[in-house]
């Protein structure tokens, strides 16, 4: 929910990361985009101009419940991923640091916005759980409503193998006080999240088994209870912003 909102086989990661070796002006054909075109098209009918959706919506709402709300932390700030950008950092984990590797398992998204990585990491993977933690509570209802039309829309076009055991939890609260230590991925976009707030996280992350993978964006978990395995560059709804890729390790 952070940003700056100043009013087939693994393939090495291409357009929106640091390590892109683009050079023409007309950029070469991007395998994983290829490979994932049917997945790109279901996103854009639950996030794009089908739904009334422009590129400002989330943004908006957040703004507009902020001020009628009177909440005023910055750490509320809004901001949201790119479809193509996080695909490629999914495949990152799964080819770089063993996540995904199986069906299964607890995707988590730490302030979860109108839930674009929650639908994003569900065409992704075929997780069990899938997790969106929102303390806005007009933020919280679009994520809901936008499940209607995943189970009316997407569905049917992913079919029942693929999707019925995948269950979606979205909760409208504090991710200070819920719980989330079930999770083998944690994804939070914390590039407006103070130092006191990422302590806090931190420390409530402690309860996550070891080897879960945390992935934030320009703020780091922070103790020795998590080992940095990557820091790169992903494009996002307000431009390029650093990723950390950290592991929850035994020490604490």
């Known amino acids: 929910m952070s940003d700056s909102d100043s009013d087939a086989s693994i393939e090495p990661p291409t357009q929106g990361f640091a390590d892109s070796t683009l050079t023409a002006t007309e950029p070469p054909p991007n395998p994983l985009m290829e490979s994932l075109k049917q997945e790109i098209d279901l996103f854009d009918k639950l996030y794009g101009k089908q739904r ?3 590129e400002t919506y989330g943004k908006e709402i957040s703004r507009a419940e902020r001020k009628r709300e009177g909440y005023i932390s910055t750490t509320l700030t809004y901001g949201e991923i790119k479809f193509e950008t996080f695909a ?15 069906d299964g398992g607890v ?9 674009k990585p929650l639908f994003g990491a569900a065409l992704l993977h075929k997780f069990d759980k899938i997790v969106g933690i929102e303390i806005l509570e007009d933020l ?18 992913l079919g029942e193998e693929r999707t019925q055991d995948m269950q979606f939890s979205f909760l409208n609260n504090d991710f200070l006080i819920a719980d ?14 103070n ?15 070891p080897g879960t ?11 020795p209870a ?3 395995v990557e820091e790169l560059q992903m494009e996002e709804s307000w431009g390029d912003a650093t990723v950390y890729i950290q592991k929850r390790v035994e020490r604490s």
């Open 213 to 223: 993978i945390v992935v934030t964006t320009t703020k780091r978990m922070v103790g």
């Open 107 to 115: 995707f988590v998204d730490i302030g979860c916005g109108i839930g």
């Open 226 to 228: 998590f080992d940095l």
């Open 140 to 157: 919280y209802k679009v994520c809901v409503e936008t499940m209607q039309h995943w189970t009316k829309h997407v569905k049917p076009v």
């Open 180 to 193: 989330w230590s079930d999770a083998d991925i944690v994804f939070m976009n914390s590039t407006c999240f």
């Open 88 to 102: 490629e950092l999914m495949n990152i984990l799964k080819g770089r640091h063993g996540a995904m590797k199986e």
């Open 195 to 209: 130092r006191s707030l990422m302590i806090d996280l931190s420390a409530k992350g402690k309860a996550l088994a």
């Open 52 to 54: 009334g959706f422009s």
